[in-house]
């Protein structure tokens, strides 16, 4: 397998595989301005539940979790020192803010792996690291390009990738636990896993797929929908980053956030006002007995609520 069709293999696999919430130090390992990220709260507890997951529910998967990630860290070079009761992530940094066009000719200069350590000497010599010579806080080439050209190790997490400019981005960036109050963190935090993605750091990238769903939804759009795909549109544009946490615990559980900038979000506002209004509250009654695979209840105005529910389906 080449470096690249390895690289592009294991972001698939990280994706495909983490829809699961975050834990204790998982909010500090994504800054809010990555591309998109994925971080996982401990490994260890993952593989169980996933294991457990697929074997409650008979679902057909060619690789566990508990297979996966010995499979990913074998792709990354990776024989000794990784801490598995631990969280890691893997970020692509902002496109924009490292002025690198989007594409998987350029994916390894995004890549930026975060892998807890037990001991920093022993996870620096999966790098060509001699004891000693991977120091705390500071930047370091690695004579083992094959994991990643440049190392820098902050508390007990190893943040490594092929440019020193995107893993200085992601060590540095302002990360979620700083934009989010405490309540929110507290439920994050307890994610398995969790999704994060930032619409500006894609540039005109994201106005051009935003234009095209425009487009798209105008094809087949009644003329009284016109008026809501303009303001779901708008709204979209204005997202500064999402995060999807995942929780695996008798089931999936899958929450959505998506944070607005503070001003200037006036589209966003009544577009999500008129998610939330009416009275009473969403309610999943009537249910049908035994497992039920999916679910899903909005409350709005009942004027608007065919429409809105027709265009967040398309």
């Not at 507890?45 to 457990?52: A, H, T």
């Not at 924009?96 to 010599?125: H, S, W, Y």
């Not at 798209?216 to 979209?236: H, N």
Request: charged share 25%; net charge positive.
């Amino acid at each position: 397998m080449s470096s690249k069709a390895g690289v592009l293999s294991l972001t698939i696999l990280f994706v495909c595989t983490a829809a699961a919430p975050a834990g204790t130090g998982t909010l500090d390992l994504i800054p809010t301005d990555a591309g998109v990220a994925v971080a996982i709260r401990n490994l260890n507890q993952l593989k169980k539940k996933g294991d457990k997951f697929i074997a409650d529910t008979g679902i057909k998967t060619f690789l566990r979790p508990s297979q996966a990630f010995e499979w990913v860290y074998q792709q990354l070079g990776l024989q000794a020192g990784i801490d598995q009761d631990s969280s890691a992530a893997i970020v692509l940094a902002s496109p924009a803010k490292m002025g690198v066009k989007p594409g998987l000719q350029n994916l390894e200069q995004l890549l930026v792996f975060v892998v807890p350590f037990t001991d920093r000497d022993t996870i620096a010599k999966n790098f060509g690291f001699a004891k000693g010579e991977l120091k705390p806080e500071k930047m370091a080439t690695a004579g083992n390009t094959k994991v990643g050209k440049f190392c820098y190790a902050r508390g007990k997490h190893l943040f490594f990738g092929n440019n020193e400019k995107a893993v200085s981005s992601v060590v540095k960036g302002k990360a979620l636990s700083r934009d989010l109050d405490a309540g929110r963190r507290k439920s994050l935090s307890q994610a398995d896993i969790l999704i994060q993605f930032s619409p500006p750091a894609w540039g005109d990238d994201w106005k051009s797929v935003l234009k095209d769903l425009e487009a798209g939804f105008e094809k087949t759009a009644e003329k009284e929908e016109q008026a809501v795909i303009r303001e779901f549109i708008q709204t979209l544009a204005l997202v500064r980053f999402g995060v999807a946490a995942v929780r695996i615990d008798d089931g999936l559980g899958i929450s959505l956030l998506n944070v607005f900038p503070r001003k200037g979000n006036e589209a966003a506002r009544k577009f999500l006002a008129s998610l939330g209004s009416g009275s009473g509250g969403s309610r999943l009654t009537a249910l049908p007995q035994g497992r039920i695979v999916a679910a899903q209840a909005t409350r709005a105005d009942g004027a608007k609520t065919a429409v809105i529910a027709k265009v967040l389906f398309d």
